[in-house]
C-alpha cells in the first residue's frame, strides 16, 4: 500500500508557520490585508471563498470581502479592482474564479496589480516563474511542491509527467518542477499513447479533468502520484482524475481526495499574501 500523502497537515504546519510570521510582523505594526471579489453566488466559489476567509482568520490576516451580483457590469468590476489596486492598505487582491460568460476572466487578471497578484495569474507572475525571478507562484503547483518536498520525495533528476496543460496547474507545474531540476513531460488531449508516456513516470501529476481516468495500467510501479482532480462519483462522493484504490496498490505514495492538493492550495495563497510583506 502506498504512502498516503496527507496535504491536510502539511497545510497546517505551512499555516502555523505563516501565523508565526504574522504575529512578528503585527508586533511590527504591520498589518496583511487580502481583498477577495466574488461575482454570484456559485456554489462550489462560495465554499472556496469560505475556506479563505476561515484560513485568513487563522493565520491573522485581515480579509475584505466584496460580494457583487451575477448580472454585474465588466466595467463596475474593472473599476473595484482598480479601486483596491490604489487602496495602501490592501496587499493581496482575489477575484474568485470563474467569472459569468458576460466578463472577460483575461481582463481582469490583467486589470490586477502584479505587486497584488497573490493567485500568481497575471502575465507577469507567470513571466517571472519561467524565467526563475523571485514573485508569486500559482497556488496549485507551488502547494504540490511542499506536498513532495515536507513528504521527503527527491525531486532532482526524477522524470516527471504532467497529464494537463492548464494555465492554472499543468504549464506553471512544468515551470516549477523544471527548477527543482526534473526532467518534464506534458501531456494533454492530442498526446498520443498516453498510457506509454505516463508510465515512465518518477513522478505523476494528473490534472486532466476526467473522474478516476487514470488506472493502475497507466503507472509505473513505486510511481509517486499526485491527483488533482476533483470531482463527484456516482453516489456523490468526493473522487480525483485517479483510480485511488486501483493506483494505490501500485505507486510509492498518493496524494487521496479529498485531504490531499486541495488544503495545499489555500495554503499556498496564504503563503502569497504573506510574500507582500517580506
Sequence with gaps: MAQLIDGKQISNEIKDELKAEVEALNRQGKEICLAVVQVGQDPASCV???NKKRACA??????????????????????????????????????????????????????????????GFHPVSVGKLWIGEPGFLSCT????????????????????????????????????????????????????????ITKRADILIVAMGKRRFIGADYVKDGAVVIDVGMHRDENGRLCGDVAFDQVSEKASAI???PGGVGPMTIAMLMNNCVETMR
Design 48 to 50: 472556496y471563498v469560505n
Design 58 to 119: 487563522y493565520i491573522g490576516i485581515r480579509s475584505e470581502a466584496y460580494e457583487l451580483s451575477e448580472t454585474v457590469e465588466e466595467e463596475e468590476l474593472l473599476a473595484l479592482v482598480e479601486k483596491l489596486n490604489q487602496d495602501g492598505h490592501v496587499n493581496g487582491i482575489l477575484v474568485q474564479l470563474p467569472l459569468p460568460a458576460h466578463i472577460d476572466e483575461d481582463k481582469v487578471i490583467r486589470a490586477i496589480s502584479p505587486d497584488k497578484d497573490v493567485d
Design 141 to 196: 503547483p507551488a502547494g504540490i511542491i511542499q506536498l513532495l518536498k515536507r513528504s521527503g520525495i527527491s525531486i532532482d533528476g526524477k522524470e516527471c509527467v504532467i497529464v494537463g496543460r492548464s494555465n492554472i496547474v499543468g504549464k506553471p507545474m512544468a515551470a516549477l518542477l523544471l527548477r527543482e531540476h526534473a526532467t518534464v513531460t506534458v501531456a494533454h488531449s492530442h498526446t498520443r499513447d498516453l498510457k506509454e
Design 255 to 257: 496524494t487521496p481526495v
